[in-house]
């Protein structure tokens, strides 16, 4: 993009939740708020300062929103800090774009803060001040 153009939110494709405990967590929706079914994967890898990490994951759709819960289980990640700080809840909130890397450009143009990039498939951005909030911008399906 030549020049800075606003972001226009059109869909709220993904919330993720840092949780302590996913087990728990999915007992608990799922009786509380009828969530589910539940699909799983895992995760892993090492940091750039060659730290082992790997996670948990699951996902379920209340419409055409999908809810991720993401469960640390060895080292350090992305969720670690918010759970520190923070506790468990609402990490990041994610919309599909056409092109991830032009808009997180954008954005940063505008001030946000790039925070983790995986070129052409997601990134996720702080716009900092009110709202503390982190948005991922991901590449559509398909």
């Given at each position: 993009?030549?020049?800075?153009?606003?972001?226009?939110?059109?869909?709220?494709?993904?919330?993720?939740?840092?949780?302590?405990?996913?087990?728990?967590?999915?007992?608990?929706?799922?009786?509380?708020?009828?969530?589910?079914p539940?699909?799983?994967?895992?995760?892993?890898?090492?940091?750039?300062?060659?730290?082992?990490?790997?996670?948990r994951?699951?996902?379920?759709?209340v419409?055409?929103?999908?809810?991720?819960l993401?469960?640390?289980?060895?080292?350090?990640?992305f969720?670690?800090r918010?759970?520190?700080?923070?506790?468990?809840?609402?990490?990041?909130?994610?919309?599909?774009?056409?092109?991830?890397?032009?808009?997180?450009?954008?954005?940063?143009?505008?001030?946000?803060?790039?925070?983790?990039?995986?070129?052409?498939?997601?990134?996720?951005?702080?716009?900092?001040g009110?709202?503390?909030?982190i948005?991922?911008?991901?590449?559509?399906?398909?």
């Amino acid at each position: 993009m030549s020049s800075t153009q606003p972001f226009k939110v059109k869909s709220i494709d993904h919330i993720s939740y840092a949780v302590k405990d996913i087990d728990k967590t999915i007992e608990a929706w799922s009786r509380l708020y009828g969530l589910g079914p539940w699909s799983y994967a895992e995760n892993g890898g090492v940091d750039a300062k060659g730290r082992p990490w790997k996670v948990r994951m699951a996902f379920t759709y209340v419409g055409p929103v999908q809810v991720e819960l993401v469960q640390c289980t060895e080292g350090r990640i992305f969720q670690s800090r918010f759970l520190d700080t923070w506790g468990e809840g609402v990490h990041h909130i994610g919309f599909y774009v056409d092109d991830v890397d032009a808009e997180a450009q954008n954005l940063v143009a505008q001030g946000a803060r790039l925070l983790i990039h995986d070129p052409g498939r997601f990134a996720y951005l702080d716009a900092g001040g009110v709202g503390g909030a982190i948005f991922e911008l991901m590449r559509k399906p398909g």
